[in-house]
Nanobody
Framework: QVQLVESGGGLAQAGGSLRLSCAAS????????MGWFRQVPGLEREFVAA????????YDADAVKGRFTISRDNAKNTAFLQMNSLKPEDTAVYYC??????WGVGMEVTAGLNYDHWGQGTQVSVSS
């Protein structure tokens, strides 16, 4: 059974930075693309970023492009989300998730239904 555990959330000031980590159990981490999503209570879950199984391809949501960077270390079974130039509107619970394949076609990596394992989430709060 795959388990994903996020860490690194917390409180930051606008313009600041946080780095989220997602530690995965199991031996198959390097076979699957990984993604980050976020959700504000009462709103729909929002795609943030995704990275291919090998790490050679990434895709970012327009809202975070140029500010957030997704990466992974397959030797350590860990995915990361470096968040810079944070804004109050980035406040949300952030979730990492495992995509069903090594990478997607078109916009597949942006759809939560294409992910089969999810972490418990970590809160990110950005003050103005």
């Amino acid at each position: 059974q795959v388990q994903l555990v996020e860490s690194g959330g917390g409180l930051a000031q606008a313009g600041g930075s946080l780095r989220l980590s997602c530690a995965a159990s199991g031996r198959t981490f390097s076979n699957y693309a990984m993604g980050w999503f976020r959700q504000v209570p009462g709103l729909e879950r929002e795609f943030v970023a995704a990275i291919s199984a090998s790490g050679d391809k990434t895709y970012d949501a327009d809202a975070v492009k140029g500010r957030f960077t997704i990466s992974r270390d397959n030797a350590k079974n860990t995915a990361f989300l470096q968040m810079n130039s944070l804004k109050p509107e980035d406040t949300a619970v952030y979730y990492c998730a495992r995509f069903r394949f090594r990478w997607g076609v078109g916009m597949e990596v942006t759809a939560g239904l294409n992910y089969d394992h999810w972490g418990q989430g970590t809160q990110v709060s950005v003050s103005s």
